[in-house]
Nanobody
Framework: QVQLVESGGGLVQPGGSLRLSCAASGDIDSIPDMGWYRQPPGKQREWVADIDTGGRTTYTDLVKGRFTIGRGGAKNTIYLQMNGLTPEDTANYYC???????????WGQGIQVTVSS
């Protein structure tokens, strides 16, 4: 079993920054592919960014240049540094982990980010 726990969400003013973290625990492959999705209010879940085993990162055009995904200091931890936030970034953010041996994608419970003045 794999558990993912997100942290770092909250309320921020437009133009501000937040840093989300996701810590994975359990029976996990070495350096798994991980990433983030988000679900804005009333909309479908959308992909945000991911980082693969080799450290390659990819981003949706909606956040490119403003968000940075990376691996944290602790094992199986990733972060999402979000700068230049706008109200359109308001969403519930979900961390995911792709478990190669199990052939399964695991999800965190989600964390709310609200950008408002």
């Amino acid at each position: 079993q794999v558990q993912l726990v997100e942290s770092g969400g909250g309320l921020v003013q437009p133009g501000g920054s937040l840093r989300l973290s996701c810590a994975a625990s359990g029976d996990i492959d070495s350096i798994p592919d991980m990433g983030w999705y988000r679900q804005p209010p009333g909309k479908q879940r959308e992909w945000v960014a991911d980082i693969d085993t080799g450290g390659r990162t990819t981003y949706t055009d909606l956040v490119k240049g403003r968000f940075t995904i990376g691996r944290g200091g602790a094992k199986n931890t990733i972060y999402l540094q979000m700068n230049g936030l706008t109200p359109e970034d308001t969403a519930n953010y979900y961390c995911f982990l792709d478990h190669r041996r199990a052939g399964t994608r695991y999800w965190g419970q989600g964390i709310q980010v609200t950008v408002s003045s």
